[in-house]
């Protein structure tokens, strides 16, 4: 019997929006993740920037898409732990 191979591909889309006041920066970012199911989660993350810091804008970028993501992951494993425990009836702790 010969292996078989299958390829599914998941697309997680991030979006970024910086919000500008006198006294700070804040970079928002929202990471949405849509199988080809139909299910789809959204991870939030948030970084800030404090007017004596440095103006790199990537930073904050990097900071909050990375906030974002491992939100996104929380959730996926809190998905993955709920299937487990509806298919085998045993609680699993990821």
């Keep these: 019997m010969g ?12 979006l970024l929006s910086e919000e500008t006041t006198e006294e700070s920066a804040r970079t928002w ?3 949405g993740l849509d199988s080809e199911d139909g299910s789809s989660l ?3 993350g ?3 920037k404090h007017p004596a810091d440095e103006d790199v804008p990537e930073i904050g970028d990097e900071l ?3 906030r974002a993501l491992a939100d996104l ?3 996926l494993r809190q ?5 487990i425990s509806d298919h085998t009836g ?3 702790r990821p």
């Design 73 to 75: 992951a929380r959730q």
């Design 46 to 48: 948030m970084a800030r």
């Design 3 to 14: 292996s078989m191979h299958t390829m599914k591909r998941w697309n997680v889309d991030i």
């Design 90 to 92: 045993t609680p699993w």
């Design 64 to 66: 909050a898409v990375s």
């Design 42 to 44: 959204r991870g939030h």
């Design 79 to 83: 998905v993955a732990a709920e299937d």
């Design 29 to 31: 970012c929202e990471a």
